[in-house]
């Protein structure tokens, strides 16, 4: 479904990301872990068309995406959770969710959508009349998930869902993704909780300084000595 051959991207002269190749198969959830500076929300952002690379090629359902608009790649049909949510803290449950389904095609398919994410998250159903703002941490954090699916997206990227929580509330925030993998829905997860991430993951990837520096199922990053004493702690 997604491929990424030989990507480098920089901030000015800066290069933070340096020949990255991955992919995201249908159906399939990845995960990209790293400590702080690694380059995984660049990469992220490359994807979504929010930074252009400056090498390689990035291929959607077999279309080459790389150099297309930010709105035109959502409507192909991959969607963004920034790190935080980003959501409108003053507008509504129900309006943050319309804010989703922006495109044509989302539009169309508003009600049943909006089913859908009600079906799967009972709780926002019950808050659609209330304030984004005032949610707490976990509800917010499943708000801006729903926004996400509103777009009626085929890959949802996902970019630190747990930064900033408490390990409760992070907790559930891993189920709201287990949910919606749960549905069909193809994950790239960029995520700095290894341990948790990998019990989702079907392939992960490990970047340090914008290199990619291993990658394998579950198994092989719980095998790695290396990957077992710096991100998973045994």
């Known amino acids: 479904m997604l491929e990424i051959e030989g990507i480098s991207a920089a901030y000015g002269e800066f290069r933070v990301l340096h020949e990255i190749s991955l992919g995201v198969r249908s159906g399939e959830t990845a995960i990209a872990v790293g400590p702080n500076g690694a380059g995984k929300t660049t ?14 090629k990035i291929y959607f359902d077999g279309q080459r995406i790389d150099d297309q608009e930010t709105h035109e790649i959502v ?23 319309k804010i989703g389904a ?3 095609k989302a539009r169309e398919e508003f009600r049943k959508a909006l089913d859908e994410i009600f079906g799967l998250f009972p709780i926002l159903k019950d808050r659609k009349k209330q304030l984004a703002g005032s949610l707490s941490g976990g509800e917010r ?16 990227m996902l970019d ?8 409760k509330i992070m907790a559930r925030v891993f189920e709201f993704v287990r949910r919606i993998k749960s549905q069909g ?34 198994e092989d990053f719980v ?7 710096a991100y998973l702690g045994i």
């Open 102 to 104: 922006f495109s044509k």
């Open 75 to 97: 409507k192909l049909g991959i969607s963004l959770v920034p790190e935080g949510g980003r959501l409108f803290p003053y507008l509504t449950v129900l309006d943050n969710l």
């Open 223 to 229: 095998k790695n000595p290396y990957i077992k004493k």
């Open 185 to 218: 829905y193809s994950i790239l997860m960029v995520e700095q909780n290894a341990r948790k991430a990998l019990e989702l993951a079907d392939h992960a990837y490990l970047l340090e300084s914008g290199r990619l520096q291993f990658h394998g199922g579950a």
């Open 141 to 156: 954090q499943m708000l801006a998930i729903a926004r996400s699916l509103m777009s009626r997206p085929k890959l949802v």
């Open 43 to 56: 990469l992220l952002k490359v994807i979504s068309g929010l930074l252009r690379p400056s090498l390689g």
């Open 160 to 167: 630190e869902p747990s930064s900033g929580l408490a390990p």
